[in-house]
């Protein structure tokens, strides 16, 4: 069974910093490209930033680029997304996605986690 699980999320002042981990199991990743996604109240959920699974190829999207890092520690199947810097904007339900290198549609989600910034 397949199991991305996100963690880290919480309220933080803005100009704050949080950590988020996606710990990802139930099979091999290896031709996988990780992502996270976010969605705020009332908007569409949209990517933030992704990696393949190997730790190459790194994509952030322009609003986060130089404030939001993705990673990943391949010997603990985590996938890690810095975020410095925040703002109120980036408030949103953060979700942890994986899809196969080859497709463009992402098979498998975590069940969010709730980061909040504060003003």
């Known amino acids: 069974q397949v199991q991305l699980v996100e963690s880290g999320g919480g309220l933080v002042q803005a100009g704050g910093s949080l950590r988020l981990s996606c710990a990802a199991s139930?099979?091999?990743?290896?031709?996988?490209?990780m992502a996270w996604f976010r969605q705020a109240p009332g908007k569409e959920r949209g990517l933030v930033a992704s990696?393949?699974?190997?730790?190459?190829?790194?994509y952030h999207q322009d609003s986060v680029k130089g404030r939001f890092t993705i990673s990943k520690d391949n010997a603990k199947n985590l996938v890690y997304l810095q975020m410095n810097s925040l703002k109120p904007e980036d408030t949103a339900v953060y979700y942890c996605?994986?899809?196969?290198?080859?497709?463009?549609?992402?098979?498998?989600w975590g069940q969010g986690t709730q980061v909040t910034v504060s003003s």
């Open positions: 996605a994986a899809r196969k290198l080859e497709s463009s549609d992402y098979d498998y």
């Open positions: 139930g099979r091999s990743f290896s031709n996988y490209r």
């Open positions: 990696i393949n699974w190997s730790g190459t190829t790194p």
